[in-house]
T-cell receptor, first 113, second 111 residues
Framework: NAGVTQTPKFQVLKTGQSMTLQCAQDMNHEYMSWYRQDPGMGLRLIHYSVGAGITDQGEVPNGYNVSRSTTEDFPLRLLSAAPSQTSVYFC????????????FGPGTRLTVT | QKEVEQDPGPLSVPEGAIVSLNCTYS??????FMWYRQYSRKGPELLMYTYSSGNKEDGRFTAQVDKSSKYISLFIRDSQPSDSATYLCATLGGATNKLIFGTGTLLAVQP
C-alpha cells in the first residue's frame, strides 16, 4: 500500500495564480481531509469529506475549494493564491468509524510570492 | 480560548530522561484524545489514543487523560535521540468527528 500520497512536494506560485494540490489514498478510507500547518498555529482543518460526493468546510476554508468524485482522490484547489496561503499542506484519511486514527500524507510546501 | 492548548517548547532533554508532554482542553464533551508524532519535514503519525479518562501504555510511552482537570499527558521513559520530533496532542470535536490539534511541542533528545 502506498498509503496517502500528495503531489507536488514543493510549489512556488505568484499572487493570483491558481493551482490544484493532489491527494490520493489506497486504503479505501471514507474520511479525507486537508490541513494547513503554520508555525505557532498547529494543524488547522481546511475542508473535509465523509465520502464520495460529500464535502464540508473546516476551520479555515476561505480561498480553497474541494471536490470528492471518487473514494480515492480529494484534490484541493487554490482559486487565487495569496501570500497568506504560504504554508505546508497535509492531506489525511481514515475509516469513518475510527476518525481518531488519521493517516497523513508527506505534505506539500507551498510558497506564494 | 483555543479548544486545545499545548506548550510549544522547545524541550531539550538528555538521552535516558523521562519526558512529560502536556496539553489542556476546554470542552468536557471530548472523549477521544490522541498523540501524534511528527518528524521534521514529514506528516504526523498516530502514536497513541485513549478513550475517556485513564492511562494507556505502549512500550516506553504512556498516555494519560484526567477529565476532571481537562489535562492530557504523554510520558516517554528512557528517551532516545530517535524520539526527537514534534509531538501534537489532539482530540475529536464532538459530533463532527473533526480532529482538533494543539500547536505541538518540539522535543530534542540529546545523545
Amino acid at each position: 500500500n502506498a498509503g496517502v500520497t500528495q503531489t507536488p512536494k514543493f510549489q512556488v506560485l505568484k499572487t493570483g495564480q491558481s493551482m490544484t494540490l493532489q491527494c490520493a489514498q489506497d486504503m479505501n478510507h471514507e474520511y479525507m481531509s486537508w490541513y494547513r500547518q503554520d508555525p505557532g498555529m498547529g494543524l488547522r482543518l481546511i475542508h473535509y469529506s465523509v465520502g464520495a460526493g460529500i464535502t464540508d468546510q473546516g476551520e479555515v476554508p476561505n480561498g480553497y475549494n474541494v471536490s470528492r468524485s471518487t473514494t480515492e482522490d480529494f484534490p484541493l484547489r487554490l482559486l487565487s493564491a495569496a501570500p497568506s496561503q504560504t504554508s505546508v499542506y497535509f492531506c489525511a484519511s481514515s475509516y469513518s468509524d475510527s476518525p481518531y486514527e488519521q493517516y497523513f500524507g508527506p505534505g506539500t510546501r507551498l510558497t506564494v510570492t | 480560548q483555543k479548544e486545545v492548548e499545548q506548550d510549544p517548547g522547545p524541550l531539550s532533554v538528555p538521552e535516558g530522561a523521562i519526558v512529560s508532554l502536556n496539553c489542556t482542553y476546554s470542552n468536557s464533551a471530548f472523549q477521544y484524545f490522541m498523540w501524534y508524532r511528527q518528524y521534521s519535514r514529514k506528516g504526523p503519525e498516530l502514536l497513541m489514543y485513549t478513550y475517556s479518562s485513564g492511562n494507556k501504555e505502549d512500550g516506553r510511552f504512556t498516555a494519560q487523560v484526567d477529565k476532571s482537570s481537562k489535562y492530557i499527558s504523554l510520558f516517554i521513559r528512557d528517551s532516545q535521540p530517535s524520539d526527537s520530533a514534534t509531538y501534537l496532542c489532539a482530540t475529536l470535536g464532538g459530533a463532527t468527528n473533526k480532529l482538533i490539534f494543539g500547536t505541538g511541542t518540539l522535543l530534542a533528545v540529546q545523545p
